[in-house]
């Protein structure tokens, strides 16, 4: 059954635009596999319409099983998937072993491709993970960001996966290219580490992505908390992680994005060219409710098994 919202005929359309696939979960102790819908694009338009936005997603689709699942789940969560998103061959899958301390590392079957969007009254775009690497669906993402930004915001996440991307060498500047067509990026410390190696420190990469062109650069550190960038007045700050029981990390960034997406939308930062505009003047009191709503999304998910997105009132 689709749960009710409160989408208004006002309120700013999100489109996402990426994989949905299914994820297969693998205990540390290899037994009682579990399998949930998943894909980082797809964990973000749901924690979108989860906290209420008018979501949409963009994916690559079979015919099949999974591909029903992934619809049904999709459905149920209230977010609308766009014209062209079936027609793959199958539907993609990610299998996510676990560490003893619930800590997920995965591997990928993972096809991608996508045609041309219409982006129609769409006010924010969100892309990101080997959506915008992996041909021959990227290109058509780097042009679709060039063009969202004519009347809309973007955000990114690189979500880098080495099985799927190759080394850093062969996609950093793709990585660079999708991170100077956003408004808002988002990485974790394992892509800072991964990319430019552990010779450069995060608040060195989000100074640099700042220069980029993104207002707002945030790196998740884990256990450690986050820190985030605003180029504006060009200072940096520490987020002091919350203290919570970790089932698992599946979906947790993910969560953490579509928080930080949606305090920024509600804070009229997001959503249009004029809230591009608000966002590049802003300082870290205008984007502190986001921040904390980022990290509340996140709190509230490792604490659940799976890409549990929380809504206003788990939040509250």
Request: hydrophobic fraction near 40%.
């Amino acid at each position: 059954m689709q749960r009710a919202t409160a989408h208004g005929p006002d309120q700013t359309a999100v489109l996402t635009l990426g994989e949905a696939l299914v994820d297969v979960v693998v205990p540390h102790d290899g037994g009682g596999r579990t399998s949930y819908v998943g894909g980082s694009p797809a964990n973000v338009a749901v924690g979108l319409a989860s906290l209420d936005h008018d979501s949409r997603l963009t994916a690559y689709l079979g015919d099949d099983e999974n591909g029903r699942r992934v619809r049904e789940h999709l459905l149920d969560a209230d977010v609308v998937l766009t014209p062209g998103s079936t027609g793959a061959p199958r539907t993609s899958t990610a299998t996510a072993h676990l560490d003893a301390e619930g800590v997920a590392s995965y591997r990928f079957d993972l096809l991608w491709e996508v045609g041309p969007q219409d982006l129609h009254g769409v006010g924010h775009l969100h892309t990101g993970s080997v959506a915008a690497t992996l041909e021959p669906g990227a290109s058509v993402v780097l042009s679709t960001m060039s063009r969202a930004r004519a009347g809309a915001t973007v955000s990114y996440d690189p979500n880098c996966r080495p099985t799927i991307m190759g080394s850093p060498h062969e996609v950093r500047a793709r990585i660079e290219e999708c991170v100077g067509r956003s408004d808002v990026v988002k990485a974790s410390a394992e892509d800072v580490e991964w990319l430019y190696g552990g010779d450069v420190g995060a608040d060195e990469v989000a100074a640099l992505w700042g220069r980029l062109g993104p207002s707002l650069v945030v790196v998740t550190r884990g256990a450690e908390g986050a820190l985030a960038h605003l180029s504006g007045p060009d200072v940096t700050v520490e987020l002091e992680p919350a203290t919570v029981a970790v089932v698992d990390t599946v979906g947790a960034g993910d969560s953490f994005m579509a928080g930080l997406l949606s305090g920024l939308l509600d804070a009229g930062l997001l959503g249009s060219v004029e809230a591009r505009e608000r966002l590049r003047r802003a300082d870290l009191d205008d984007v502190a409710d986001a921040l904390r709503r980022a990290v509340a999304c996140a709190s509230w998910t490792v604490a659940r098994a799976g890409a549990a997105a929380p809504t206003r009132a788990d939040l509250s």
